[in-house]
C-alpha cells in the first residue's frame, strides 16, 4: 500500500484528495461534531490541509495528533488557534506535528471526531496503520462517544484487513467514490 500511495501523481492525489474532503463534510456526524481531531498528512496520504482550514472556518474546534520521541505508542491531542498560521516541524516517523511553541494540549475527552489515516481499511471497520497503535491506545477507553472515520483512496480499501484484539475499527471509510458505512 506504501507503494501504491507513492506511485500516484501529485497531481492525482491532490484532485482524490479535494474529492474525498466535499464527501467528508456531507456527513451528518460532522455537522453534529464540535470538536475535532484531524491527522496531518503525510505527503503519500489523503491530503488534510483543506479539511483543517475548513472544519475552523465553519466553526469547529479543531485538534491534532502529537507523537513525542522517546515515548512509542503514545500520542498527544493539541487544540489547533482558531486563526493565525501555526508553524509545523517533523516529528518522530516523519510524521508533522505542530511546532513545541504552538502546543496546546488537551485531554482526549473532549474530542466528539476523530479523523483517522491508514495503509489499508475493510468494510468492517478494520484498519491497518504503520503498526505502533497509536491510535488503538488513544481510543481505547473513549471509543464510545467519538465518531471514528478513516479517509483512503480506493485502492486501500481491501476484502480482509487482520485485526487483534486491541484494534479499535473505524464507522466510516471516505474515500474519493464512495462513503462506507462499516458494519462489524
Known amino acids: 500500500m506504501i507503494r501504491l500511495r507513492r506511485l500516484q501523481t501529485e497531481k492525482e492525489r491532490v484532485r482524490k484528495s479535494r474529492i474525498i474532503q466535499e464527501k467528508l463534510f456531507e456527513l451528518v456526524e460532522v455537522a453534529e461534531s464540535r470538536h475535532i481531531l484531524i491527522y496531518l498528512s ?96 488513544l481510543l481505547a477507553e473513549h471509543r464510545s462517544h467519538i465518531k471514528r472515520v478513516g479517509t483512503a483512496f480506493d485502492f486501500q480499501i481491501v476484502d480482509l484487513v487482520p485485526q487483534g484484539d486491541t484494534d479499535i475499527p473505524v464507522e466510516i471509510i471516505v474515500t474519493e467514490s464512495r462513503t462506507i458505512r462499516c458494519k462489524p
Open 42 to 137: 503525510l505527503d503519500s496520504e489523503v491530503q488534510t490541509d483543506g479539511i483543517l482550514e475548513k472544519m475552523k472556518a465553519i466553526g469547529k474546534e479543531v485538534y491534532v495528533p502529537i507523537v513525542e520521541e522517546g515515548k512509542p505508542g503514545e500520542m498527544l491531542i493539541s487544540r489547533l488557534p482558531k486563526h493565525g498560521v501555526l508553524e509545523y516541524e517533523k516529528g518522530p516517523h516523519g510524521i508533522p506535528r505542530p511546532a513545541r511553541s504552538g502546543w496546546d494540549i488537551t485531554k482526549l475527552e473532549i474530542i466528539d471526531f476523530v479523523l483517522m489515516p491508514g495503509l489499508a481499511f475493510d468494510l468492517m471497520g478494520g484498519r491497518i496503520g504503520f503498526g505502533a497503535g497509536y491510535y488503538d491506545r
